[in-house]
């Protein structure tokens, strides 16, 4: 699906204004896999997403967008907090959810994509729209690359994330 300048120009406002929000700078204290932070993470499901939706006929970018963003906006770090580590797999897409709904007022479209992100950990949940099954897979492929870096690199390598994520285009 190719885009005009315009829709582009959206996505890119879009994509900004959450970088840059205030409520969403706080996933940055948030302990992702290996070193990574939530913030930093959702950013890279985010470019990754877009750019698998953009040979796809009959997505909405935004809902894609906007479900990569905030798929785990759960706003707490559960290897601080014990009482969560048990069931955060299965539990932080509810939280994220209802974050996300207070935060930020998001569609029942972007609810669907943050609630089956974690299939199949939660096997009920299976991402049934084109948004979500992107998402999904989104997230998987950059928690495995993740998950596969060293801290003492990603920590090197910051700066040069931090760029990457700096655009969406």
Known sequence: ???????QNRLETIYQAFLN????????????????????????????????SLNRKDVNLEVVLLGAILHDYYLYDWRKDRSKLKKHAKNHPNIAIENAVK??????????????????????????SKEAKIVSISDKAVTIGESLTSKKYKQKKLDKYLSYISHLF
């Open 1 to 7: 699906m190719k885009i005009t300048i315009e829709e």
């Open 21 to 52: 929000d205030e409520k969403i700078l706080r996933m940055k204290d948030i302990s992702m896999h290996r070193g990574s932070n939530c913030y930093l993470h959702s950013f890279k499901v985010a470019k990754k997403a877009i750019k698998k």
């Open 103 to 128: 935060d930020f007022n998001i569609s029942e479209e972007v609810k669907k994509v943050i609630k089956s992100h974690m299939w199949p950990l939660n096997i009920k949940d299976y991402p049934k």
